[in-house]
Nanobody, 127 residues
Framework: QVQLVESGGGLVQTGGSLRLSCVASGSTLGRYIVGWFRQAPGKKREFVATSSRSGVTTAYGDSAKGRITISRDNAKNTVYLQMYSLKPEDTAVYYC????????????????????WGQGTQVTVSS
């Protein structure tokens, strides 16, 4: 069973950048599809990005597409979310999620497709 811990959140001004990290322990991250989701106050959790086990295949949600990049370093058991040109509407708690999959190139977009979740890291973008 994998445990996930996110970090890198904080307060940033509009137009700024942040890189979130998610470190896995208890298992080898390379066995898992990983995803990032976010939840703003009063809103449902939404899909942000996902990476296949190998990192070759990625997919992004519409809300932040073009301003984010998901990447992973399986040797470090870490997945990253690089965010650029941040806007106040990006303010949310960002969650890392993982799900074991035998397929190297598959990705998952639905939150109900992930069994393992981190506790989240707060990102606040000031106007």
């Amino acid at each position: 069973q994998v445990q996930l811990v996110e970090s890198g959140g904080g307060l940033v001004q509009t137009g700024g950048s942040l890189r979130l990290s998610c470190v896995a322990s208890g298992s080898t991250l390379g066995r898992y599809i990983v995803g990032w989701f976010r939840q703003a106050p009063g809103k449902k959790r939404e899909f942000v990005a996902t990476s296949s086990r190998s990192g070759v295949t990625t997919a992004y949600g519409d809300s932040a597409k073009g301003r984010i990049t998901i990447s992973r370093d399986n040797a470090k058991n870490t997945v990253y979310l690089q965010m650029y040109s941040l806007k106040p509407e990006d303010t949310a708690v960002y969650y890392c999620a993982a799900e074991a999959d035998y397929r190297l190139g598959s990705v998952r977009r639905g939150e109900d497709e992930y069994a393992y979740w981190g506790q989240g890291t707060q990102v606040t973008v000031s106007s």
